[in-house]
């Protein structure tokens, strides 16, 4: 018997167009720290895309933000490592406060 997650997303794929990518796309979200590493994600995080191939990345300071420029190519290097070739192209930056869980 398949599980509720495999049923909502068969009936997505065939009913909502673009869907099977967004799923890929946002990927990003549960990969992130295992990609950029503890010490980045730390300060880090994947916030939303901004386009197709765009990724905001939230940071909690502006040293952090100055350092993701000068780690970009790195980063997404370690993104398409994990994700394939297929999702984030490029990224962009900006102090915000990080999201609470839960």
Request: aromatic share 8%; hydrophobic share 35%; net charge positive.
């Amino acid at each position: 018997m398949k599980d509720i997650k495999n049923i909502l997303e068969n009936l997505l794929k065939n009913k909502v167009p673009g869907f099977s990518e967004k799923v890929r796309q946002f990927e990003v979200f549960d990969i992130w720290e295992k990609a950029v590493g503890e010490k980045i994600a730390k300060h880090c995080w994947p916030v939303r895309f901004t386009d197709e191939e765009t990724l905001l990345v939230g940071s909690d300071s502006s040293a952090w933000l100055n350092q993701l420029k000068y780690l970009e190519k790195s980063l997404l290097e370690k993104l398409e490592k994990e994700l394939g070739n297929r999702k984030v192209k490029k990224l962009c930056f900006k102090i915000e406060t990080r999201p609470s869980r839960g």
